[in-house]
Each structure stands twice: as structure tokens, then as C-alpha cells.
């Protein structure tokens, strides 16, 4: 299984700002593709962007367009997050999915992925 450290969460007042870390551990995300998802207590795992290793093409749910951005180098994704607010307040997640396994409609699915990191706390309250 796959290993991941994840960091960056915290709180903050609304309309800060949180940059997400998931960093690969002991293997190479060039191989995967990777989504950030959000979760609630008692909730499914929702997904928030994803973006391709092969392409580094991305994809967003809607209502964090202009709001979230994802970005990768070669060890870490990072998902940088902007003009917090209370309802963006859950625990996020970052998953791995092998490389061309994805359908193009289901980047934002949790079924497609295989591997999880173990989540970091945002809060978005003040």
C-alpha cells in the first residue's frame, strides 16, 4: 500500500488561506494520478480537484473553481486553498489512482482510487 504524508491543515478565519501538502512516501507519483477529497463525519469522501500525472491536466467540482488550486512537483501535491469558509471546514484527504486507470467523468470519484493518505483537519471558522 501506498504511503502518504499529508500536512498543511489548521485553522483560520474566514477568507484565509491553507496550503495542503500530500507528499509521496517511498514511491514515485509519477505514476499516479491524484485526488483531494473532503470529508464530513458520517459523510462519503467528496471529491475537490484532481490532476493527471501524465498531462498535469486538472479537474475541480464546481464550487471550488477560482477558489482551489492543485498543483504537483515530483514528490508532493499541493492543493492551495483560498477565501476559506466555515462550509469548507472537513477533513481532507489526498488518494492515488495508477496512472490511465481513471475514466475521464470519474477523476472526482472515490471508487476509482486505491490509496489514501489519513487525512488533515481544516477549519475554516474563526
Known amino acids: 500500500q501506498l504511503q502518504f504524508v499529508e500536512s498543511g491543515g489548521g485553522l483560520v478565519q474566514p477568507g484565509g488561506s491553507l496550503r495542503l501538502s500530500c507528499a509521496a512516501s517511498?514511491?514515485?507519483?509519477?505514476?499516479?494520478?491524484i485526488g483531494w477529497f473532503r470529508q464530513a463525519s458520517g459523510k462519503e469522501h467528496e471529491g475537490v480537484p484532481y490532476?493527471?500525472?501524465?498531462?498535469?491536466s486538472n479537474n475541480y467540482a464546481d464550487y471550488v473553481k477560482g477558489q482551489f488550486t492543485i498543483t504537483r512537483d515530483n514528490a508532493t501535491v499541493y492543493l492551495q486553498m483560498n477565501s476559506l469558509r466555515p462550509e469548507d471546514t472537513d477533513v481532507y484527504y489526498c488518494?492515488?489512482?495508477?496512472?490511465?486507470?481513471?475514466?475521464?467523468?470519474?477523476?472526482?470519484?472515490?471508487?476509482?482510487?486505491?490509496?489514501w493518505g489519513q487525512g488533515t483537519q481544516v477549519n475554516g471558522s474563526s
Open positions: 488518494a492515488a489512482a495508477p496512472v490511465g486507470l481513471l475514466c475521464r467523468l470519474c477523476v472526482l470519484d472515490k471508487r476509482g482510487y486505491e490509496d
Open positions: 490532476i493527471s500525472s501524465s498531462t498535469g
Open positions: 517511498g514511491f514515485s507519483l509519477d505514476y499516479y494520478d
